[in-house]
């Protein structure tokens, strides 16, 4: 008994040592979805995230015909290449402060785009101003552009 006990002692703070280490960076789903059911289609929810240097943004084909990818033009440098694949799960880690522009490439003109904001420092803040978006995607552009900094 004494053993056994021994043994799940160990274990528990094996568990509780990851769990602690874990804490400091979060993982955050972003559904992909046809709509939301309060008017709006062709969306990231949520679409506006708040993260930090560590965290993993998880997007999630909730629904079919949707990928995440960088929006190129707001993108920290140094963060890396991010395509995810049409239907499919993908994970983008935050490896460098600044803005994140991410869009569903067959649903961008329809306005399916996301921002990410790491840090409180944005290197790449400037890039927010100088983006063009196309058709419908400025709508919901300065929407979420507007909740930078807030
Ligand atoms: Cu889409």
């Not at 789903?29 to 709509?35: G, I």
């Not at 785009?113 to 890039?127: F, R, S, T, Y």
Request: hydrophobic letters at 40%.
């Amino acid at each position: 008994m004494t053993t056994r006990f021994g043994l799940i002692a160990a274990v528990s703070m094996v568990l509780a040592g990851s769990f602690a280490g874990a804490a400091s960076a979060d993982e955050i789903e972003v559904k992909m979805l046809n709509n939301n059911g309060k008017g709006k289609f062709m969306l990231f929810e949520p679409d506006f995230i708040k993260a930090k240097v560590g965290d993993t943004i998880k997007f999630v084909p909730t629904n079919k015909g949707h990928n995440a990818e960088a929006i190129p033009a707001i993108w920290p440098e140094g963060g890396g290449e991010f395509v995810g694949e049409l239907n499919k799960e993908v994970v983008l880690k935050i490896e460098k402060p600044g803005v994140y522009g991410i869009k569903c490439k067959p649903h961008y003109p329809m306005g399916m785009i996301a921002l990410i904001v790491a840090g409180d420092e944005l290197p790449n803040k400037d890039q927010l101003e100088s983006y063009k978006p196309a058709g419908t995607a400025e709508k919901r552009y300065l929407e979420l552009k507007e909740q930078v900094g807030k």
